[in-house]
């Protein structure tokens, strides 16, 4: 039976991001709170989240049973209707969003998220062009794509209508020259800035950032940088777009990551934790001066499935769940307790290990071929026998990692046991011995 999954997925299936010949796909047949089982029955301890979205762990009963129980109520309603599961998990996100961003505009996920928020921000301001900074990803339809600071957006940029990149802070790998987290802060604010001026300030409708960058390397901005861009937005008119779609939702042991800071963006994205990936949703979560737009003029956009039934409901339940089993608490005591001090015992053994990067359940090992160059481990946009040789260690020993180029990312459900953790670390561990083997000495 599971033979016969694999034949047809090889045979039917067009996958994501791949080149579809050598595809070896795992055939996984069930899950639980953070494991995944295999067709042979073998578990794996899931680092990954999947895509980074199961926050709350596989198979949450709360949250199965509310998609069952909304499925034998109303399993679809069109967007033009009121639905007692959109109108509540409007309310619920928007509670937790900063003050004054009372409405929400629901989505199928993330990219579309940031297609409509890009929307909503040129019939604001009048005005095109989007500021999207490199070592960032924002989706994977076309605007969304051409937003994205990373090799994916090569092959799929056809001149970049309308956006313009710029380096965000990122001291680590600075192209700033700087030595300090207040000097890379100071610099890209001057950069961007400039980038601003140059471009021609009222031409420029939004700048959208990644509160936390999550594929493209987990870098925390420094403090005060989203403080400056917000600045930079009200001195020249310019929409900031929050993209929270995979740090919202608890995953930096806070409900958004912009809670770390002391900014409020005009608009926020968000998807993946919010169901937890249960059932696929995402929106943007709407400022009052933007909505006030749209109270009298049409807004010229919409999804057929936009506040799915099904999807609301399992946002209601996994946003519930997440409040009173403190979920986003333990993320935050995941982070200090056992990810952050575990990763920095790794980092300190390890010379392939160049940097140890992120908070609550949102972490990343920036793996180099020579600590002192800081040359990556993987060329940009590339693999590498070493990293390869990583993965395959991690999986042969019951371990997903989420792998990215020449970064480890360990971004596990934000309820994992400690003890399920620290094992995971422990495998971890042992893989990055295959890496030390082709640091340069
Ligand atoms: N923005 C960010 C920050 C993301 O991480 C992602 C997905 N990884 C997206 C947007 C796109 O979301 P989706 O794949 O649900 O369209």
């Known amino acids: 039976m599971t033979h016969r999954t694999y034949e047809l997925d090889r045979a039917h299936v067009f996958h994501s991001w791949s080149a579809q010949a050598s595809l070896t796909p795992m055939v996984i047949e069930s899950a639980e709170g953070s494991h995944v089982v295999d067709d042979e029955g073998r578990r794996y301890l899931d680092f990954s989240s999947q895509l980074v979205y ?168 420094p403090p005060g940088y989203l403080e400056g861009v917000r600045a930079l937005c009200d001195r020249y008119g310019i929409v900031w777009i929050a993209d929270e779609v995979m740090a919202g939702f608890g995953r930096t042991g806070t409900w958004f990551a912009l809670d770390l800071y002391d900014a409020k963006p005009d608009l926020i994205t968000f998807a ?29 956009g ?34 200090s307790d056992v990810l952050g001090p575990g990763l920095a015992d790794i980092a300190a053994k390890h010379p392939c290990v160049g940097e140890v990067r992120g908070v609550g359940a949102f972490w990343a090992l920036d793996l180099v071929a020579d600590p002192q160059t800081r040359e990556p481990l993987a060329p ?18 019951g371990l997903l990692p989420f792998a990215n180029y020449h970064r480890i990312h360990v971004v596990p459900a934000l309820n994992i046991a400690h003890d399920e953790a ?11 011995s295959l890496g030390d083997a082709h640091v340069a000495r």
């Open 302 to 335: 919409g999804l057929t499935y936009s506040g799915h039934p099904l999807a609301c409901a399992a946002a209601v339940a996994t946003i519930e769940t997440m409040k009173d089993e403190r979920i986003v608490e333990a993320a935050a005591t995941l982070g």
């Open 54 to 221: 199961t926050n709350i762990g596989h198979q949450h009963p709360r949250v199965v049973k509310a998609i069952q129980d909304q499925a034998a109520t109303l399993c679809t309603i069109a967007p033009q209707h009121a639905n007692a599961a959109r109108s509540e998990a409007a309310r619920l996100v928007a509670e937790l969003a900063p003050e004054g961003m009372d409405h929400v505009f629901f989505t199928n996920g993330g990219a579309d998220a940031v297609e409509h928020a890009v929307r909503m921000a040129r019939l604001h301001t009048g005005r095109r062009k989007v500021l999207s900074r490199y070592r960032s990803y924002h989706g994977g339809t076309q605007t969304a794509v051409n937003l994205t600071g990373d090799p994916r957006r090569w092959p799929n940029d056809y001149g970049s209508e309308g956006v313009v990149h710029f380096f965000g802070p990122f001291l680590y790998r600075s192209e700033f020259h700087a030595t300090t987290e207040q000097e890379e802060c100071e610099r890209a604010l001057e950069h961007l800035e400039r980038t601003i001026v140059m471009e021609g300030s009222d031409t420029i409708a939004a700048i959208i950032l990644e509160t936390i960058p999550g594929t493209a390397g987990i870098m925390p901005p």
């Open 380 to 397: 940009y946009g590339g693999s590498s026998p070493a990293m390869n040789e990583i993965v395959g260690a991690c999986k042969k020993n």
């Open 422 to 432: 620290r094992q995971g670390l422990e495998i971890l561990d042992e893989a990055l």
């Open 272 to 300: 993946k934790g919010v169901t937890s990936g249960y059932v696929p949703l995402g929106g943007v979560i709407i400022s009052e001066p933007i909505y006030a737009t749209f109270a009298d003029r049409v807004y010229p």
